[in-house]
């Protein structure tokens, strides 16, 4: 039994985040929270207390482990990021003790910003992705992790065999979805519909469908990515329409971007329950585009956030939070009229951090919350001391402009501490 002290924050849905100070929450040996409670005296063996946060940890639903060590490298587009960055980066992991070395210093990196769960692209390589989500076991991040699927339109070092590609993948899925007593989840994971042939991808949907695991990919990141889909497919309407024919639309699966998503777009995804991931600070730094985030929340569409790293240099995911909302206020002063779009709020940005993220990725019922029964994916955090001192929804706004990685005293994955050091536990 684990016991935290401090100020809870408890995002329950877009406009709820409710914050309750001076609150105990206890953890059972088996990482649920077994008890909240405000009124308890504290054990002495608690961690947290006097001017301690207690927050669900960050989620971060679009990111790849093959660029952890490529962050902040700017002037470059969409495709020039790909050739330059992207595909020398995955290179690299045809050697699984490299791709093990790095997935060490991937998942210290998240932890030491709070994130407690991620969804992961890998490599084309089926021994660097076995070793990635051995270190992910070894220790003790919740992940959804996908080797990289593309066999058309990408260089020959990268390319795949459809077939073998399938069975590898298959493979991994077989050995890694539901690992960890379902800390792990596999995702099939094609590239974006330009570097996929049409086998592949419905290769990998159907794959997804037996096993019932997420998929992940990009669409529409950029109008040079929507109109290199459109000469691909030239029989199909647009991006959304090919991935729905291939039957990647599912609510098991991730679209990366959306950036360039029209509103009847917008619908055709909001209608299969797929989830969008919006990456603000990848989607500015390639000067891709201003994702509408109001239009797409509108349509219905579930959204969680992603630091996209390392297109995204920020893996600190309330910056990326942040970013969300300073994205929306840039649509909102463009717009003419003046003023006629409307802007999340700081409690809709930490909702989109934790239980949106969750139910996003279909975890809702398992993580996101402070709640008895949930799994004890939390932070321990000593935010500067004035916060305390403001009226609530002031709190929620500030302690997300505010925090900074380096105030995380203790990370946990379903109740054992994970870091920020490695702590053992
Ligand atoms: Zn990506």
Redesign the pocket.
Known sequence: MQTLCGTTLNPRNPTQCDVAPNTVVRIDNDGKIAEVDTKKKTSADHLGGDGCWLIPGFIDA?L?LTQWDRRGIDGLSLFDWLERIVYPAETRFKKPDLAQKLAHDFITGLVANGTTTAAV?GSPFAKATDRAFSVFAERGFRAVHGMMLNDVNCPKELCQQTEKALDESRELAAKWHGAEDGLLQYAFSPRMATCCSEKLMRGAAALADMVKCPIQT?IAESMAEVSAVRDCFPDQLDDVDVFAEMGLLTSRTLL?HGVCLTEPQRRQVAETKTAVVHCPTANLFLESGLMDYVAHRRAGIPIALGS?LA?GYEPFMPKVAVSCLQTAKTIKVHAIPRGSHSVPTPAEAWWLLTKGAADALNLGERIGLLEPGYEADCLVVRPEPWIADLPTEQQTSALLYTLRPDQIEHVLIRGRRVGPEDCAG
Request: without cysteine; hydrophobic residues 15%; charged residues 0%.
């Open positions: 679009h790849h692209y990009h990366g996209s297109a």
